[in-house]
């Protein structure tokens, strides 16, 4: 059996699952940087064999070398950029993740941002309570949201969920992945740039990593243009950031929804000033509901491991 002693909590985790990792797993929890953290390395590393991680923490190549024993890896949240996938693969170290339970509540949040930064509803709210409507001033008029062609970059689960919000829309739906979906009806760009010039917002959901980053690029953002938008629930590292802040500023594109940035919870000091964006603090599944599944979902794989040496969600 697989002991307390050998699973190792890495980085902060949802309050559920370090509660459960402690009284009921006894589990290691690592320390975030210094002299104790090469501690508990130098006395443990050897031996442990399942890592416990979530979000930006994952167990990236450097800590996986550190763990020559290690055999599974439970994440909480669907996405895993955080953690070296190549040498787990190498290695034979499995993953899990905790998709469909948030889908849902992500998308939800997709289109609070496509209103938001379409209707300028974050803007509005500032106007009213910075007293400038009292004042007699009239707020600019918006732009309409619905009916608008929207490019999906990423139509995977989540990416899917946004699309049939945005049906009800009645927006017209076309997407970019690396490859056509079958039976999908949805028009298919083969490249981020022709889904950019096609519609009126790209929203970007694809899987962060090394395959997606920057893939929203300055060629990408001219094709959305100055009158396209730019919605990302996904990973800051999709976008190249400087040059959205610089297409922000100049009017190169009209505005954009953001949930996550490259450097969370850090963002360029630039957004903060512009009006033509509405900025979230990554915060796409965070509702009580999805993220007590989430735990269950992370636990459940965790608890499946250590009877079976099996997981519920493996990543494919
Ligand atoms: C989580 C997320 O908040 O699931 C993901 O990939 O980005 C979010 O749902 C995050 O992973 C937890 O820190």
């Known amino acids: 059996p697989i002991t307390g002693e050998q699973i190792l909590r890495v980085g902060p985790v949802n309050p559920t699952v370090a509660e459960s990792l402690k ?3 006894a589990s290691l929890v690592l320390p975030d940087s210094g002299p104790e953290r090469e501690a508990l390395i130098a006395s443990h590393g050897q031996n442990i064999r399942v890592a416990v991680c979530s979000g930006r923490i994952g167990v ?27 040498q787990a693969s190498e290695r034979g170290i499995v993953v899990s993740n905790t998709p469909d339970v948030l889908n849902d509540c992500v998308a939800d949040t997709a289109l609070g941002l496509y209103l938001s930064t379409l209707r300028s509803l974050g803007a509005a709210e500032r106007f009213v309570r910075s007293g400038s409507w009292a004042a007699g001033q009239n707020f600019p008029l918006a732009t309409r949201a619905s009916g608008k062609k929207v490019g999906i970059l990423g139509l995977g689960r989540i990416g899917q969920a946004i699309a049939t919000r945005l049906e009800a829309f009645g927006c017209e739906i076309h997407y970019h992945n690396r490859n056509q979906k079958p039976g999908v ?17 790209l929203i970007v959901a694809a899987a962060g990593g090394p395959q997606s980053a920057k893939l929203v690029n300055q060629e990408v953002l001219a094709a959305v243009g100055p009158q396209g938008f730019v919605i990302n629930i996904a990973r800051g590292t999709v976008i190249d950031e400087q040059t959205l802040v610089e297409a922000l500023r100049s009017g190169g594109i009209a505005g954009a929804g953001l949930d996550v940035f490259e450097k969370e919870p850090h963002i360029p000091a630039e957004l903060l000033e512009l009006d033509n964006v509405v900025l979230l603090p990554h915060l796409g599944s965070g509702t009580h509901e999805t993220r007590a599944d989430m735990a269950s979902l992370t636990l459940n794989n965790l608890r499946t491991y250590l009877e079976k040496r099996e997981l519920i969600t493996p990543i494919s």
């Open 185 to 201: 009806n949805y028009q298919y760009h083969s490249s981020a740039v022709d889904l950019a010039a096609e519609t009126d917002v």
């Open 60 to 86: 990236d190549s450097e800590l996986m070398a550190q763990l020559p024993n290690l055999e599974a890896i439970i994440n909480f949240g669907v996405g895993y950029d955080a953690t070296d996938t190549k």
């Open 23 to 25: 009284s009921e797993f």
